[in-house]
Structure formats: structure tokens, C-alpha cells
């Protein structure tokens, strides 16, 4: 069992109850990382106090030390992931500008062509009509001839 000497009741610490359940935790899972007996931790635990002694708080800033390191380490894959979701949707999205241009050009292009065949439509309305013009005046002739 723990001594006073050595733990401190839980509630001294200025914590939340879940705090407190996750320092204990953590606490239980260092010391039994590091080899040594979790016992003392459970003992202290069971007694609402938190192990303070110079090598329970040296695992246990050694295991926070590697949880830090191991949240890093998962931040910075987190980050890289996000960094090439992010380019993929760029390159997604720059290509969709791409091709919705390459649309918008063709599309302009048809338009082009529709006005081209429309002033054609208009010539060979005026040619029909000139040409109607010149089929009355022979048609006139005709008959004056006759």
C-alpha cells in the first residue's frame, strides 16, 4: 500500500473526476509498461490518492512523453492525408475547369457555325427571291412573246 509520503489524495489536484480517472489510467498502464508492479498504483487508486513518488512520476512523464509523441505522429499523417485529399479535389476541380472550358469552347464554336449557316440561309433566301423575281419577269416575257 501506498504511503502518504507518497501519493496525494486525488482531489488536492484540482481535476475533473474524468481527469482524475484518466491520470489514474494512465498511471496504471505506465507502470505496467515499465515493468514495475501497477499494485501500488491500484492500492493508491482504490484509496482515491495518486502515486507521487520520484519513479511513478518518471514512468509516468516518460508514458505521456511517448503519447505525445505517438498524437504527433498521428496529427502529422492526419495533416498529410488532408494535404492530398485537399491537392486530389484541386486537381479534381481543375480539371473539371479544364474540360468545362474546353465545353464552353466548343459549344461557342457550334454557335459560330449556327450564325455562319444562318447568314448562308439568308443569301439563299435572297437568291430565291431574286431568282423568283427573274422566273415572273421570263414568265411575263413568255407571254408577251407568245
Known amino acids: 500500500m501506498a504511503s502518504p509520503a ?20 494512465h498511471q496504471q498502464i505506465a507502470l505496467s509498461q515499465a515493468g514495475g508492479s501497477s499494485r501500488a498504483a491500484s492500492a493508491a487508486s482504490s484509496q482515491g490518492r495518486l502515486l507521487l513518488d520520484p519513479s511513478s512520476l518518471q514512468t509516468l512523464g516518460y508514458h505521456f512523453d511517448r503519447l505525445m509523441q505517438a498524437i504527433q505522429q498521428r496529427l502529422q499523417v492526419l495533416t498529410q492525408q488532408t ?43 435572297r437568291i430565291r427571291e431574286i431568282v423568283r423575281g427573274f422566273r415572273a419577269r421570263v414568265e411575263a416575257l413568255d407571254r408577251r412573246v407568245r
Open 6 to 25: 507518497t501519493s496525494i489524495p486525488d482531489t488536492r489536484l484540482g481535476l475533473s473526476a474524468d481527469e482524475v480517472q484518466l491520470l489514474r489510467q
Open 83 to 125: 494535404q492530398i485529399s485537399t491537392q486530389a479535389q484541386y486537381d479534381r476541380a481543375g480539371n473539371a475547369i479544364q474540360v468545362a472550358d474546353a465545353e464552353i469552347a466548343r459549344f461557342r464554336e457550334i454557335l459560330r457555325q449556327i450564325d455562319e449557316l444562318e447568314v448562308e440561309f439568308d443569301k439563299v433566301r
